[in-house]
């Protein structure tokens, strides 16, 4: 079994070693180039577009419905934790890298979103289906690729999407309250049975509720932490941006370990948060109901804005002020971001404890319905709507016996699957990239235009 786990460690170092890292960075950039930063068009066109009904538009849920649903798979634990691993181990440099990673991932959510609507195809129940496998299969006749990458994201929901999520939860309902992780694990499964079972429709209803809710009640706990240490706000920013570029130190055991590991581990945690380029939250922004996928890819690129651009950077000074305010505080040698962030919110008198407590549950139960959609959608690509049923029997069977488990293994392989589902992925945003600026250029001035032809309707 040790040999085993060794094996598995080191193919999860070479997957996501520096050439996966620049890969998708890379084409991060080169698809903010080539759609000409339509970071621009996101964060005025986008947002106000997420939260207007596109009623003349064909498909199963609101434009927020969909978007709802990809922040709930989005927004999870690493926007807490790992925020705070990457410090611990990058040094608060990393926190710059993390929030340029999500700067430029817009352009790459924003792409694989378009293709994603543009490709989408309908079932013969009348369901809209759509991701990475219809582009590819679709848009470059690559049927091999396409299910590759829906054998590998199907898979991976049930370690990244689910048993590390249940995971969590239990333990800070134990650690906190006292509860037993199994009675955790049957309470999440049961949760999750009622709403997975309802489809698409079900899982977006309770993610336009939960979403906004999670996201408010954390920030505005991160607001108060900052107001708590207001005096260390600009010298943790300047802090931050002198240390993603050059080793020291700083005030409150923080220490900047160089711009090669502020790079990498700010990098890899801004990937893994917002998940830009790995191929997931198109699936859901398919389902949407949107005249032109120009319309919805914008909708859909404002969850990398929130996700990361807001979420991760306000936990980044959260835990940046945090530690500088307290110079007993050791970063780099606690070197766990859950410890930084208890830390960190017990700052506020008998609610901060709540604050985090809520914010890990919630951020974790919502991508355990997201990423149950992901895998769904990918398990009737390969194996047909037979294939429903015993996925989620088994996803719910995951989250009942997570919280019992070493999990150890079960993220490391999580971990790669990730890395192995983005690629093709990422083949088919590069490849079809003239085909993204030229809906692009056709859309982004008239986005209410309902000229759009989509694919020809496919009865499976």
């Known amino acids: 079994m040790e040999q085993i786990t060794d094996m598995i460690n080191k193919i999860d170092g070479w997957v996501w070693g520096w050439w996966m890292i620049v890969l998708l960075f890379?084409?991060?950039l080169f698809m903010t180039i080539r759609t000409g930063f339509i970071q621009k068009y996101t964060i005025t066109k986008g947002i106000k577009l997420s939260v207007t009904k596109d009623t003349d538009g064909e498909g199963e849920v609101s434009q927020f419905g969909a978007l709802a649903t990809a922040l709930a798979a989005t927004i999870g634990t690493g926007n807490i934790v790992g925020v705070g691993t990457a410090i611990a181990l990058g040094g608060p440099g990393a926190v710059l890298w993390c929030w340029l990673t999500g700067v430029f991932g817009i352009a790459t959510k924003y792409s694989e979103s378009l293709i994603a609507v543009k490709y989408r195809v309908k079932t013969k129940d009348g369901r809209m289906q759509g991701g990475?496998?219809?582009a590819l299969e679709r848009g470059l006749h690559m049927k091999w690729l396409a299910m590759i990458f829906a054998f590998f994201a199907a898979f991976a929901s049930f370690g990244i999407g689910c048993a590390t999520q249940v995971n969590a939860i239990a333990n800070i309902a134990q650690g906190n309250f006292g509860i037993p992780k199994w009675t955790v694990g049957l309470v999440v499964g049961i949760l999750t049975a009622i709403v997975i079972f309802g489809g698409i429709k079900s899982i977006a209803r309770v993610c336009e509720?939960?979403?906004?809710?999670?996201a408010l009640f954390y920030v505005l706990g991160c607001i108060?932490?900052?107001?708590?240490?207001?005096?260390?706000?600009?010298?943790?920013?300047?802090?931050?941006?002198?240390?993603?570029?050059?080793?020291?130190?700083?005030?409150?055991?923080?220490?900047?370990?160089?711009?090669?590991l502020a790079i990498q581990y700010g990098v890899a945690r801004g990937l893994f948060s917002n998940e830009s380029g790995m191929g997931s939250a198109p699936i859901?922004?398919?389902?949407?109901?949107?005249?032109n996928?120009?319309?919805?890819?914008?909708?859909?690129?404002?969850?990398t804005f929130w996700d990361t651009v807001v979420v991760c950077l306000m936990t980044g000074l959260v835990l940046v002020t945090t530690i500088m305010k307290n110079p007993n505080i050791n970063a780099d040698q606690i070197g766990d971001g859950g410890v930084l962030s208890t830390l960190a919110f017990g700052q506020i008198p008998v609610f901060g404890p709540i604050v985090l407590t809520l914010g890990i549950v919630t951020f974790a139960y919502s991508t355990i319905l997201g990423w149950a959609y992901y895998g769904e959608r990918c398990v009737e690509y390969f194996a047909g709507s037979k294939g429903l049923m015993p996925y989620r029997a088994l996803y719910i069977a995951v989250a009942v016996i997570a919280p019992i488990i070493s999990l150890n293994v079960v993220w490391t392989v999580a971990d790669i699957l990730n890395a192995l589902m983005s690629i093709p992925n990422l083949v088919a945003v590069l490849l079809l990239s003239n085909v993204i600026v030229k809906e692009t250029k056709k859309y982004i001035h008239n986005l209410d235009a309902k000229d759009y032809t989509p694919v020809p309707v496919v009865k499976e």
Request: one cysteine or more.
């Open 224 to 260: 108060i932490i900052l107001c708590i240490n207001y005096d260390f706000i600009l010298p943790a920013v300047v802090t931050i941006c002198r240390l993603a570029f050059t080793p020291g130190a700083a005030a409150g055991g923080l220490v900047g370990s160089g711009i090669r």
């Open 209 to 214: 509720r939960l979403v906004p809710f999670m």
């Open 26 to 28: 890379g084409t991060h």
């Open 284 to 291: 859901a922004a398919a389902a949407a109901q949107t005249r």
């Open 132 to 134: 990475a496998m219809y």
């Open 293 to 303: 996928p120009v319309r919805q890819a914008l909708v859909s690129s404002t969850g």
